[in-house]
């Protein structure tokens, strides 16, 4: 049995994550946690788990959650994760990280994406970046997994089969992506109220949006060469879901059929990314850990479709992928609905 605590229990992540975790009968949920001191049940805040989880919130100390687990899912906004963290790590429990405190190697980088100095910077670089279908072989030893991003896993696994067979310039890239509002959180805030966002579409983070560099980095990395992006996000009135749509450039004039080859090969043992020939929508992935991706052109321009659930793989799904890695379990515990 694999004792588990949730960090940010309140949250929408947090909901998802207790959902997957609840399907894996080796799996005791032993903490949840808020900031809150009246200690409501996990059923007052989610109404969803009625009768599925008798466990309440509490408001506890790093200290405390190692007492009672092996493994945290940190659901905490950016800032306040990486001021437990340090702690959970020295008390012995190994940790999936959902914000993105730990996905950027350089805190130079993180301060001027996040306008916040890093408190724990000499993690930075060495945290294990956990997008599986990029290199699963480092996630089973970590102690600390930095989950990726919504947007950024859309992006980067839409482009990562032309990034890493060269076809592509690696600059000037242009990602045009659209979210739903769960991916903004459960916090209160005007631009999330129904009337502000519904009916409504709207561009936000026009050259400015953190997953500018976390995209950047990994492709980087992946390709070896220097990649650049023109990113923007969109805010859509739905629940969930991401739609990430691309313009790269290809180097050479190469058919769709050889692409799809390609991709079908890159992700040929990857459970949770499917190639398809028709338009990917993000209700098809609603739900669920899959990235749908498929391959289009207009004229001589190549373009991807990325849709993936944000709240799945781009958040629970895939914290849980990295924990089933870490953990033992087959990589699909609890993610096959
Ligand atoms: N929503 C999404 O689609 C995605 C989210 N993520 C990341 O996952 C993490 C959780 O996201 P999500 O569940 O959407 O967020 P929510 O806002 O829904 O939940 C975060 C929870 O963290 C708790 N919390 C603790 N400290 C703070 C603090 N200083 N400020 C605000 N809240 C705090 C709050 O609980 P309480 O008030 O009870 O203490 C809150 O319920 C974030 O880092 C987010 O960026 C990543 C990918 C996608
Ligand atoms: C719609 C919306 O607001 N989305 C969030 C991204 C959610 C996410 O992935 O955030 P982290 O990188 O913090 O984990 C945003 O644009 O900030």
Redesign the pocket.
């Known amino acids: 049995m694999t004792k588990v605590a949730i ?10 994550l207790i959902k997957i975790l609840l399907r894996n009968p080796e799996v005791e949920i032993v903490a949840l ?4 001191d009246e200690a ?1 049940h996990i059923s007052e ?1 989610h109404h969803s788990l009625e009768g599925r989880l008798d466990l309440r ?1 509490e ?1 506890l100390s790093a200290a405390e959650i190692a007492e009672r687990a092996d493994f945290v899912f ?8 990486m ?1 437990v963290i340090p702690d959970l790590l020295a008390d012995g429990c190994r940790v999936v ?5 730990y996905r950027l190697s350089d805190p130079a980088v993180y301060e001027q994406w996040y306008h916040h100095v890093h408190i724990d910077p000499t993690r930075l670089g060495s945290t294990i970046y956990g997008l599986p279908e990029l290199g699963a072989d480092k996630i089973p030893s970590a102690n600390l997994i930095a ?5 950024t ?1 859309a992006s980067i696994l839409g482009l990562a089969p032309l990034i890493a067979n060269s076809l592509i310039e690696p600059t000037g890239i242009i990602i045009d992506a659209k ?2 509002v ?6 209160p805030k005007l631009g999330t109220l129904y009337p502000e966002c519904n009916e409504s579409i709207t561009a936000y983070g026009v050259g400015t949006h953190r997953h500018t560099p976390e995209i950047e980095e990994v492709l980087t990395t992946l390709g070896g060469t220097d990649v650049k992006v023109t990113f923007t996000p969109h805010l859509t009135p739905m629940n ?1 879901g ?1 739609l990430a749509t691309m313009y790269p450039r290809l180097k050479e004039d190469t058919s769709l059929d050889h692409l799809k080859e390609v991709y079908r090969a890159f992700y040929a043992d990857k459970p949770f990314v499917r190639i398809i020939d028709r338009l990917p929508a993000t209700r098809e992935v609603a739900g669920t850990n899959y990235c749908d991706i498929s391959l289009q052109s207009a004229g001589n321009q190549l373009i991807v479709f990325s849709a993936i659930d ?2 799945i793989k ?3 799904g895939v914290a849980v992928q990295n924990f089933n890695l870490m953990a033992g379990y087959p990589e699909t515990t609890g993610l096959i609905v």
């Open positions: 960090m940010g229990a309140t949250g929408y992540a947090a909901l998802e946690t808020t900031r809150s409501p805040i919130c408001n940190c659901a905490l906004p950016h800032v306040a994760s001021e990280d959902l914000s993105a405190d989950n990726p991003g919504c947007y896993s979210s739903g769960s991916g903004a959180g459960r916090k969930r991401i944000n709240l781009g958040a629970a």
